[in-house]
Structures are given as structure tokens and as C-alpha cells.
């Protein structure tokens, strides 16, 4: 048993714990499956496994800069989170085991279902997410359930894992083919709420056709901004210049010698708004290398492994089609954040810790689907929406994890939000024993979802077929 468990444990922390290794062993596998030559099986797979390092490079370099903001900004609010005696590193190290073993198990469960069910269709991907989505429901279930076992602990989360993981995507899916017509991937974020949410408030404010952030028609002086790389570094810079002479001396001249300790503050901010700009623009090179090998491999398990599947992956696999909605989403969001920092702070309420990464990362894929459906009115929406869904998020669920990781409400994406008080809600119900009605609804609901999807499905492509034989019956 514990050699099982060792194995499973090893799998999660070094493969589905490791994007790119994951990425780069389905990719390796998925050129073996269409029996590619040798050499192009073995590019194909460091390219995508390059690519996502990319990625993840530009996410560090312009993460940086979120973090270092976040810091200002804090300073020249005035706001420091509320304590608890919790944390997450103690939670971590309490129940990172646990965490480590329902990622596994759920991702093979995942993969059983959706070998099972055709109308599944897509496989959960997002290495991080898998990770957080996991320890979110783990701090859930002993929230509700302080006493089970591990075992419980990791075949209930398990089972509602896997079962978010294959819905997720699916929910999406109408929203994903406005933005990615052949699909080609899914979308496997826990940003899809909020997408949802703008996808539907969204709808009467405009259209894509007349209003897409892509083709704004501006004066000539202002044409500057149509390169999304100018308009990021001029928009975070001015807001890091205003953050910065509001901030205290002692905050920013630190923040500023940790790059060097002659910088000016002034300058300090400039640069972290360019190295900002710089980090999105190597975010979506990285992005395009590794889906340029990723999607075509993915035919061989397509083809001869999990039939009719596509890959669900990460939100800045969307972010190329619309950059400059990402940008309109992260200061939307922004500023509807800070809006309701101000008014918690002054009805005394809650002292929100602005999540800067939170924000855009899901203010701007939230963005690029409130585009698809509004223009640059949907993108607003889409970033006003994940702001206020953040911050009362953050307010009413810190302390829900009071007992296990509060910083869990302040990390949160709105999926998060959900499963948490969807769990709680039930807590009278579940406690104890009844916390194994979890994976039972949860799977049951995810099996009866993919059989209506399938037999919908069927009934569409026996009327299809039925539609071209009276057709070709018409011409003959």
C-alpha cells in the first residue's frame, strides 16, 4: 500500500506538478502514436516542452512586476490582510501528501471517464490548476468533515475532481468556439464562472463585429496603442507612477534597491512597467510554440487513444487572439477591485489584499470572451465583473478556511469560490459518513451530463445525415 502510494505521490509532484514535462511526455506520446519518424518525434517534443518553459519565463518576468506592484499598491491603500492563526504552509505541510494523492487518482479517473464517455470530449490539462483546484477541495472537505481519514479525504476529493475537471471544459465550450471556431483545444481554467457570468450579462451591450478591441478605430495620435506591447507598458506604467507617489518612501525605496540600490523610485517603476510588457510579450511566443506542437500531436491520442479528445489547456492559450482585451479586462478589473477596497474599508467590513496575478489572469481571459460576445464593451464587462466577483469572494470566504488556509480566499480564482461554498452549503447535510455523497452526486451528475451530450450528439449527425440524403435525393 504505501508503495502505491509513493508512486502516486511521485507522479503528482513530478509530472502533473510539472507543466512542462507533462506537456512535453503528451506531446512525445502523441507523435509515437502517429508513428512520426524519429527525429521529427523528438523536436516535436522538446519544442513543446521548450515552449511552455517560454511561457512560464514570461510569467515570472511580469509576475514580478505583479508582485512588486501588488506591494505599492498595498502601501499607498493603506491595507494589510486580516491574521489568522492558519496558514498555508502549515496546511501544506499537513495535508500536501493528501493533496498530491487526489491529484493523481483524479486525473486518472478523469481520463477513464472521458475514455468512457465520447461526449466528454476534452482532457484536463492545466498542470497548476490541477494542483490548486485539488488543495481548494481538500480544505473544503475537512472544513466540512474535521475528522475523515485520508483515504476519505482522497477518494471523496478525487471524485469531485475528476468531475470538474471533465465538466469544465464542456460549460465553456460555447463561449471557447466564439473564440476558437475549429476547435482545436478547450478552455481548462478556473476563471469559466466569471466567463459564463459575462458571456450572458454582456450579450445586449454590443457586438463583436462592431466593437472588437482588435479593430478600435482611433485618432492618429493614439494609433500607438493598437501594439499591445506599447499600450501594457504605457497603461502599467502611469499606474505604477500614481501607485509609487502615493505609496510610502520606506516600501518603494526598498522595493526599488532590491533591483539596484542607486535606481531613482521613479525609474524603478518605469522599468517594472517595461519588463511587464516584456513578460506578456514572451507569454504569448511561448504560448504559440508549444500549441503549435501540442494540438497536432494530440490526433494520436485522438486517433488511437481516447477517441474524438482535444486538450483542455491553460487561459494564456487564448490571450494571442485578443491581446488587447487582456490589457481592457486586467484594468478593469483593477479598478473596480480598488472601487470596492475603498468601500469595505469604509463600511468597515473587510480589508481586501489586491490579488494582482488574480486579476489578470483572470480579468483577461474573461475579457477575451466577453470581446467575443460585446467587443471592447464585453472585454469592460468581463474585467468589472472579475473584480467585484473577487473581492466579495475574498471577503465572505476568508474566513470559511479560517480553520485550515485563509490565504486560499485571497489566491482564489471565482471557481474556487464555488466549489467551496457549494461544499458548505451542504455541510449540514454531509458532516461525517455523508461526506461520500460528494464524489457519489458529483460523478452521477457528471455521467448523466455526458450521456444526454452524447445521445444529443447522435440525434444531431443521424439528422445531418438524414438532411444531406434528402438533399442529394433533391439534385439527383
Known amino acids: 500500500m504505501d508503495i502505491i502510494k509513493d508512486i502516486l505521490t511521485f507522479l503528482a509532484d513530478n509530472v502533473f506538478g510539472q507543466v512542462p514535462i507533462l506537456i512535453g511526455l503528451i506531446t512525445l506520446a502523441g507523435l509515437l502514436l502517429q508513428r512520426r519518424r524519429f527525429e521529427d518525434t523528438l523536436a516535436g517534443a522538446l519544442r513543446a516542452t521548450v515552449g511552455v518553459v517560454v511561457l512560464f519565463i514570461g510569467v515570472e518576468i511580469f509576475a514580478g512586476g505583479l508582485t512588486s506592484f501588488q506591494t505599492v499598491l498595498a502601501s499607498a491603500t493603506g491595507t494589510t490582510p486580516p491574521k489568522s492563526d492558519n496558514t498555508l504552509d502549515a496546511f501544506l505541510g499537513s495535508q500536501g501528501g493528501t493533496i498530491a494523492l487526489v491529484i493523481t487518482v483524479a486525473f486518472l479517473l478523469h481520463v477513464l471517464i472521458v475514455r468512457l464517455f465520447p461526449a466528454a470530449r476534452y482532457l484536463y490539462l492545466t498542470g497548476h490548476l490541477m494542483f490548486w483546484i485539488s488543495t481548494v477541495v481538500v480544505a473544503s472537505l475537512v472544513t466540512v468533515a474535521p475528522d475523515a481519514n485520508q483515504l476519505t479525504l482522497v477518494l471523496c476529493g478525487a471524485g469531485l475532481v475528476a468531475a470538474y475537471w471533465t465538466l469544465q471544459p464542456l460549460w465553456m465550450r460555447p463561449l471557447m468556439r466564439k473564440v476558437m471556431p475549429d476547435d482545436r483545444f478547450g478552455y481548462a481554467h478556473t476563471s469559466s464562472l466569471a466567463a459564463l457570468v459575462t458571456g450572458y450579462v454582456a450579450r445586449p451591450f454590443g457586438s463583436r463585429e462592431k466593437h472588437d478591441t482588435e479593430r478600435l478605430k482611433l485618432p492618429r495620435q493614439l494609433s500607438f496603442f493598437k501594439d499591445v506591447n506599447v499600450s501594457t507598458a504605457l497603461v502599467i506604467g502611469v499606474i505604477m507612477l500614481v501607485a509609487v507617489a502615493l505609496a510610502d518612501d520606506q516600501v518603494v525605496d526598498k522595493l526599488a534597491a ?46 488511437r487513444v481516447i477517441p474524438g479528445t482535444r486538450p483542455a489547456l491553460d487561459s494564456p492559450t487564448i490571450f494571442p487572439t485578443a491581446p488587447t482585451a487582456v490589457m481592457v479586462g486586467f484594468v478593469s478589473a483593477l ?41 471592447w464593451r464585453g472585454a469592460v464587462i468581463g474585467g468589472a465583473i472579475t473584480g467585484l466577483v473577487l473581492a466579495i469572494g475574498q471577503a465572505v470566504t476568508w474566513s470559511l478556511f479560517d480553520r485550515t488556509a485563509p490565504e486560499l480566499a485571497t489566491l482564489a480564482d471565482p471557481d474556487w469560490y464555488a466549489i467551496a461554498w457549494l461544499l458548505k452549503a451542504f455541510d449540514p447535510v454531509l458532516g461525517g459518513a455523508s461526506i461520500w455523497a460528494v464524489p457519489v452526486v458529483a460523478l452521477a451528475v457528471t455521467a448523466g451530463v455526458l450521456l444526454i451530450l452524447g445521445r444529443r450528439e447522435r440525434r444531431e449527425v443521424a439528422e445531418e445525415k438524414t438532411s444531406g440524403s434528402a438533399s442529394a435525393t433533391g439534385q439527383a
Open 335 to 375: 479598478l473596480v477591485f480598488l472601487a470596492c477596497l475603498g468601500i469595505f474599508a469604509a463600511a468597515d467590513w473587510f480589508t481586501l489584499a489586491p490579488p494582482m496575478i488574480m486579476l489578470f489572469f483572470v480579468g483577461g481571459p474573461v475579457a477575451v470572451f466577453g470581446n467575443v460576445v460585446a467587443g
Open 258 to 303: 532590491e533591483m539596484d540600490a542607486k535606481l531613482s523610485t521613479w525609474v524603478w517603476a518605469l522599468l517594472v512597467a517595461l519588463r511587464f510588457a516584456g513578460g506578456i510579450a514572451i507569454l504569448l511566443y511561448g504560448v504559440r510554440m508549444f500549441l503549435a506542437e501540442i494540438v497536432p500531436a494530440f490526433k494520436g491520442f485522438s486517433d
